[in-house]
């Protein structure tokens, strides 16, 4: 009978997995070089399969070394769930919920709903992170989260959704912009400007690159962010046009000489969801959440 694979050993295969290399895996896990290098050379002899393939430019997983750490992810976000959930008792805490939510939702939307909650279930300890949407679906997935807030344009295998709120996207251009005193406009009237966007793996990112494919036009974009507030400033400087959700940047817009413009497409018009994993029972207190945020 295989003997079972200690905790320890999958976080620095998976450290060692996602850094490229033993030394970058023993840093994350917080080993010692020749502590983690010992730990996967006693797990390869004991499966009898390479987990890695070793090379000039580092380690590179096999097919055997992907499969462990994809199993390990969920393995060891379930145990750092335990472990959560084990400290709340000890501080007389009933529940522990990982909620992940997009730049949008916790800007328009979650806060004061958050706030009623922690009012209404004092006892249940919500962990919150903001991350992208494309993100939020693969931490789902993987088991890294309860509960995500995102935006996501169509259903997707593996995960359960509800409709929580709609926003809209709109252009936000410096005011002395041509189009600045429209009450709305087209995408297409600034493809030839340069873009204020959003890093990569964005979802208004995913959206705006697909708009530009399908009117046959690439993106200018000029200037990447990681936050609306820096989109803003950045078109406040007269740096380029940006696309961002009307309803987020009220301070803004109040606060620059900038103007929203909300646009006609129809994919600028946005419904954001509540998801979980399919097929995984919610604990008791991520279930209260849920139907606190759904309004129930």
Request: hydrophobic fraction near 50%; charge should be positive; include cysteine.
């Amino acid at each position: 009978m295989t003997a079972p694979v200690d905790l320890l050993t999958l976080r620095v295969v998976l450290a060692v997995v996602d850094g490229g290399s033993v030394s970058a895996g023993s840093q994350r896990a917080g080993l010692a070089l020749g502590a983690a290098s010992a730990r996967i050379a006693a797990l390869e002899q004991q499966i009898g399969v390479a987990l890695f393939e070793r090379t000039p430019r580092g380690m590179r997983p096999t097919p055997a070394g992907h499969l462990v750490a994809q199993r390990a992810r969920s393995l060891l976000a379930e145990a750092d769930r335990v472990s959560a959930d084990l400290h709340d008792l000890a501080l007389g805490l009933v529940g522990h919920v990982r909620v992940l939510a997009n730049a949008s939702a916790l800007l328009e939307w979650l806060p004061e709903r958050l706030a009623a909650f922690g009012r209404a279930q004092p006892r249940v300890r919500v962990e919150l992170e903001e991350r992208g949407s494309p993100e939020i679906v693969l931490a789902l997935l993987q088991g890294q989260a309860d509960i995500g807030l995102l935006d996501i344009a169509h259903p997707l295998q593996g995960l359960e959704l509800a409709d929580l709120f709609a926003d809209t996207l709109a252009l936000v251009l410096p005011r002395g912009h041509a189009l600045a005193r429209a009450n709305a406009a087209d995408f297409r009237q600034v493809l030839d400007e340069d873009l204020v966007g959003l890093y990569d793996g964005n979802a208004i990112s995913g959206r705006l690159a697909a708009a530009a494919m399908q009117l046959g036009q690439p993106l200018r974009t000029r200037l990447k962010m990681r936050s609306f507030d820096a989109v803003c400033r950045m078109v406040a400087a007269g740096l380029g046009v940006g696309v961002l959700p009307l309803q987020a940047i009220v301070p803004q817009c109040k606060a620059l000489p900038i103007t929203a413009v909300p646009l006609r497409d129809a994919w600028a018009q946005r419904r954001h969801r509540l998801a979980w994993r399919e097929g995984v029972a919610l604990s008791p207190s991520a279930q209260v959440l849920v139907q606190a945020l759904r309004g129930g």
